[in-house]
């Protein structure tokens, strides 16, 4: 089992409506998670952190974390045109402090 | 305030050379990371330092693979010798983790082909 999984996609949302992206992990003492949007060519790029179960909101971007369920996502909102991109989601442990492992990433396309 | 300076931003070399690859990270930051990223296997940990010890090794894929951090701002990954196989975009990240996490902060990668 892989510690980071996601859908790589492609996904495909038209534009305006709410894209969801999904991540599971395999460390039930994980601390801290993180999306990073990366375009293609270019490096990762930080969207958002959560830290606590529930719900956080960020302009169009919403990170959700349930750790019960091991479970992270990403929503967002009035998608756009260059919201097109990688999304990768990684994951800290616990056990092994400040190692950041990712996700392959999903894939989303928004068609105009 | 400057980034994550990598160098080179791509190399081509032939199967069996060395390949040096180089960083700088921000200034500051006391974690320093080595990814690669392939198609086929998304973007691994390669190896990872604290204040220029390295912590964890295990994702380096073999004795070819080899990283050192003199100081705390300059780190180098290197392959000795080097195969068509290690051709991948190499990314050096730092971080420096505080009450908020543990964000890091990428370079913009070295493009590694071996032919």
């Known amino acids: 089992q892989k510690e980071v999984e996601q859908n790589s996609g492609p996904l495909s949302v038209p534009e305006g409506a709410i894209a969801s992206l999904n991540c599971t992990y395999s460390d039930r003492v994980s601390q801290s998670f993180f999306w990073y949007r990366q375009y293609s060519g270019k490096s990762p790029e930080l969207i958002m952190s959560?830290?606590?179960?529930g719900d956080k909101e960020d302009g169009r971007f919403t990170a959700q974390l349930n750790k019960a369920s091991q479970y992270v996502s990403l929503l967002i909102r009035d998608s756009q045109p260059s919201d097109s991109a990688t999304y990768l989601c990684?994951?800290?442990?616990?056990?092994?402090?400040?190692?950041?492992?990712f996700g392959s990433g999903t894939r989303l396309s928004i068609r105009p | 305030d400057a980034g994550v300076i990598q160098s080179p931003r791509h190399e081509v070399t032939e199967m069996g050379q060395e390949v040096t690859l180089r960083c700088k990270p921000i200034?500051?930051?006391?974690?320093l990371f080595w990814y690669r990223q392939t198609m086929m296997r998304g973007l691994e940990l390669l190896i990872y330092f604290n204040n220029n010890v390295p912590i964890d090794d295990s994702g380096m894929p073999e004795d070819r693979f080899s990283a050192k951090m003199p100081n705390a701002s300059f780190s180098t990954l290197k392959i000795q010798p080097s195969e068509p196989r290690d051709s991948a975009v190499y990314f050096c990240a730092s971080s420096l983790p505080g009450i908020s996490g543990n964000t890091i902060y990428f370079g913009e990668g070295s493009w590694l082909t071996v032919v």
């Open positions: 200034s500051g930051h006391d974690y």
């Open positions: 990684a994951v800290e442990g616990y056990s092994s402090a400040s190692k950041i492992i």
């Open positions: 959560i830290y606590s179960n």
